[in-house]
């Protein structure tokens, strides 16, 4: 299918967004909610008494908990679980833990268990503190070779790629001819961003633009779609987030997508070589 300027400026842009690992193409608060109750009746199996489940309002910080009532715990206490907004993952309330900062957990061994158990054989993360359950960005490691907020401006910053040779004019011939640009240029200035990347970078841009088109022109709600935003986690080095962002758009366990993460990577040294270089920092065998 076609891809347009209008297609590519919105799709950069999303992949970019501070909140995208945050809000998973495929996971919506129905099927967290089937999750969670699925792990409510898993944990009140494991304890013998009915969990009590807290939603909280769609856009808030967490989902909600889970709470297995003291009178089930061995040690007579409640144990609560606190169900992040990202996804498929939960952590032990600020309660459970040493309130020195240590990572000294205040549950009894056998609560504890039990309850790690039951999280992960229904599919759960478990995580902690509270806090890991938002995903954070960090800044990126070097700039994007094309940051345009709208279309036109897009349009602008591709036309005025350098025309003279090399990977960027090789990228400008491409993309004027992919998205339809007119070809005529350079349209005002050299981009910003070539004075500050390095030689690696600009090609683990050229890398990365050329497969966000690719991925474009697969049909909406594809497999396809949901790779990009993993990929740019796994090739900047937060294998974690990756892994966590692998679970909540294909709906997969753990261990599948520790599997699924290793076997990305290994494609993406293939296919995005610089991009692995340049956002690890280090070499990429």
């Keep these: 299918m076609p891809v347009t300027a209008e297609d590519l400026c919105a799709f950069l842009l999303d992949l970019d967004a501070p909140d995208r690992l945050a809000r998973p193409l495929l996971l919506d608060p129905g099927v967290v909610w089937a999750g969670v109750a699925q792990l409510s009746e898993a944990l009140g199996a494991a304890f013998g008494r009915r969990c009590a489940v807290e939603r909280l309002p769609e856009g808030g ?3 909600g908990s889970i709470t297995v009532p003291g009178e089930a715990t061995s040690a007579g206490a409640p144990v609560v679980l606190v169900v992040g907004r990202y996804g498929l993952t939960v952590a032990l309330s600020p309660n459970h833990w040493n309130p020195d900062g240590s990572s ?20 759960f993360g478990l995580t902690s503190p509270v806090s890991a359950l938002t995903p954070w960005r960090a800044e990126r490691p ?98 974690m987030w990756a892994i966590m962002a692998f679970r909540n758009e294909f709906g997969e366990g753990l261990k599948e997508a520790i599997l699924a993460v290793h076997e990305r990577a290994d494609i993406l040294r293939r296919t995005r070589p610089h991009g692995y270089v340049a956002g690890r920092g280090r070499d990429a065998a």
């Design 104 to 123: 000294t957990i205040l549950l009894d061994d056998d609560d504890f268990a039990r309850t790690k158990e039951t999280v992960f054989a229904t599919g």
């Design 61 to 63: 910080e967490h989902h």
């Design 142 to 239: 070097y700039p994007r070779l094309l940051s345009a907020r709208t279309a036109g401006e897009l349009v602008r910053q591709i036309r005025n790629l350098p025309t003279d040779g090399g990977p960027t004019a090789e990228l400008r011939e491409w993309l004027c001819a992919t998205l339809d640009v007119p070809a005529d240029g350079p349209a005002d200035e050299r981009p910003a961003s070539l004075d500050v990347l390095t030689p690696e970078q600009v090609l683990a841009e050229v890398e990365r633009i050329r497969l966000c088109v690719g991925v474009l022109s697969t049909p909406k709600g594809s497999d396809e779609r949901r790779w990009p935003v993993i990929d740019d986690t796994i090739v900047d080095g937060h294998t």
